[in-house]
Every structure is written in C-alpha cells, then in structure tokens.
C-alpha cells in the first residue's frame, strides 16, 4: 500500500469524523436541557425555525432544515398530536401543507430562551474562535446548498 493511501485511510485524517464526533457531543448537550421539556433536538429545531418564520410551508421548512419529507412528516405529526402545530392545506393548492404554531408551541420559546447560552457555555469557545467555527461550517453547508 503506497505512503498516501495509508495516510488517506487513518481516522484522524477524515474530515467526517471530527465532524461526527462534535456535532453528537453538541446535540448531546441540548439534549440535556431539552429532554426535561420532553422534546427531541429535532423537535428544537423545528421551533427555532417556526418561531422565525411561522405559516410557512412543510417544504419550506423542510430546505430551512436540510430536512426530507419523510422525515419531516412523521416529526410534524407527533408534534401537531403533542398540540405545538397545527398543519393545514393551502386553500391555492392543497396539496400544500402550511405549518403553524399553537399557543403551546409559542410557549415553548419562553422554555427555550436561555438553551443556546448554556449550550455555548459548557463548549468554553472564545467569541473568535466561535465565529470562526459557524463561518467555516456555513461554508461547507453553502457549497451543498449550491449542488442542490
């Protein structure tokens, strides 16, 4: 085996591992402040994005998230049954799915509120080196985005 194909094949050299590793160990850290609320980070992710822009389309929301229909689908109707949403068919076209928010999933935001800050918190990032971190990742979601 040629000098650069062992290189190639180490752990430690493939940008998907790190990658992996960080993005469990951070949702792992919501998932502590989420799970006394009884929600998945999925489902934060999901309010994060209604609370921004609520009514808008399932796949609207879908592309916001970097989610697929047969994902997003089941994850809506769990949390339409938990009484946070309300889905309901565009009267243009109603094979449309319009999603808002219920009074419950409105509250929640307040439940939310200081999430992100516990989270940044226990990560010890200087502001730097965060910045540089969300500049970097946004980069590499940008160059999926555009071969989409």
């Known amino acids: 085996m040629a000098n650069s194909d062992k290189k190639s094949l180490k752990l430690e050299n493939q940008i998907c591992f790190p990658l992996y590793v ?17 929600i998945t980070y999925t489902q934060y992710i999901v309010f994060m994005a ?8 399932v796949s609207e929301l879908g592309k916001m ?8 689908t089941p994850l809506l109707k769990k949390m339409e049954f938990q009484g ?7 009267i243009k076209d109603e094979r449309v799915v ?3 928010l219920t009074k419950k999933g ?7 509120k200081d999430i992100q800050s516990s989270v940044e918190n226990s990560i010890k990032l200087n502001q730097e080196n ?3 971190l ?15």
């Open 130 to 132: 965060a910045d540089f």
């Open 134 to 148: 969300y500049s970097l990742l946004y980069g590499v979601i940008e160059k999926f985005s555009e071969n989409d």
């Open 22 to 38: 960080a993005s469990r160990k951070v949702i792992s850290l919501y998932q502590t402040y989420l799970k006394p609320l009884n």
């Open 84 to 90: 946070y949403l309300t889905r309901t068919r565009s």
């Open 50 to 57: 209604l609370w921004n822009n609520d009514g808008i389309t």
């Open 106 to 112: 409105w509250d929640m935001k307040e439940k939310c």
């Open 98 to 100: 319009i999603i808002s």
């Open 65 to 72: 998230l970097f989610l697929d229909n047969g994902t997003l």
